[in-house]
T-cell receptor, first 114, second 115 residues
Framework: AQSVAQPEDQVNVAEGNPLTVKCTYS??????LFWYVQYPNRGLQFLLK??????LVKGSYGFEAEFNKSQTSFHLKKPSALVSDSALYFC????????????FGSGTRLQVQP | DTGVSQNPRHKITKRGQNVTFRCDPI?????LYWYRQTLGQGPEFLTY????????KSRLLSDRFSAERPKGSFSTLEIQRTEQGDSAMYLC?????????????FGPGTRLTVT
């Protein structure tokens, strides 16, 4: 079955420290991978995507993600966390390039402590 | 580009009543998606349109749910005879199908509470 998994319900990190939010996937064929962030009372905001090309992709707000085909992972990273990064993060995958509907992981809450 | 808008932002209704939500996508986007998000979960796909054609409905979308996108612009999602299990955040997203622009842009959602 094709799926996306976020193994951590919550990640806690101190401000200024690097952060990683994990995502693994299972899909036949080439994966199309995305990260979205959700702030309270706001919609999902697109952060970055991997379609093809360089394994390290850069996105909004200083976030980046590394696509690792052998480990079927697409972890979200940031070198220095900000308190304002505290939010709910979703990894998503497109399994059908026809309809292009997103399948989301269950989300990881990132808490950055001052 | 004013982004995707959704109305109303909140809806409280009694079980058995009908409700309708509206989504206005980004103007040049030809694809429009509806998702449902329950507490603690990621959004789940419900249906999508390319222009005015509804191309797929998830099995999550019971016969009580109907969606339209007349003229390929805004879309409405109607739920008839609401049930408490329909309580969720309903999200709309739009995208433009060109090249590798697979990302979707989401509205703020409509939170439905069925009492």
């Amino acid at each position: 079955a094709q799926s996306v998994a976020q193994p951590e319900d919550q990640v806690n990190v101190a401000e200024g420290n690097p952060l990683t939010v994990k995502c693994t996937y299972s899909v036949s064929g080439n994966p199309y991978l995305f990260w979205y962030v959700q702030y309270p009372n706001r919609g999902l905001q697109f952060l970055l995507k991997y379609i093809t090309g360089d394994n390290l992709v850069k996105g909004s707000y200083g976030f980046e993600a590394e696509f690792n085909k052998s480990q079927t992972s697409f972890h979200l990273k940031k070198p220095s966390a900000l308190v304002s990064d505290s939010a709910l993060y979703f990894c998503a995958i497109i399994m059908d390039t026809g309809r292009r509907a997103l399948t989301f992981g269950s989300g990881t809450r990132l808490q950055v402590q001052p | 580009d004013t982004g995707v808008s959704q109305n109303p932002r909140h809806k409280i209704t009694k079980r058995g009543q009908n409700v309708t939500f509206r989504c206005d996508p980004i103007s040049e986007h030809n694809r429009l998606y509806w998702y449902r998000q329950t507490l603690g979960q990621g959004p789940e796909f419900l249906t999508y349109f390319q222009n005015e054609a509804q191309l797929e409905k998830s099995r999550l979308l019971s016969d009580r749910f109907s969606a339209e996108r007349p003229k390929g612009s805004f879309s409405t999602l109607e739920i008839q005879r609401t049930e408490q299990g329909d309580s969720a955040m309903y999200l709309c997203a739009s995208s433009y199908t060109s090249g590798d622009s697979y990302e979707q842009y989401f509205g703020p959602g409509t939170r439905l509470t069925v009492t």
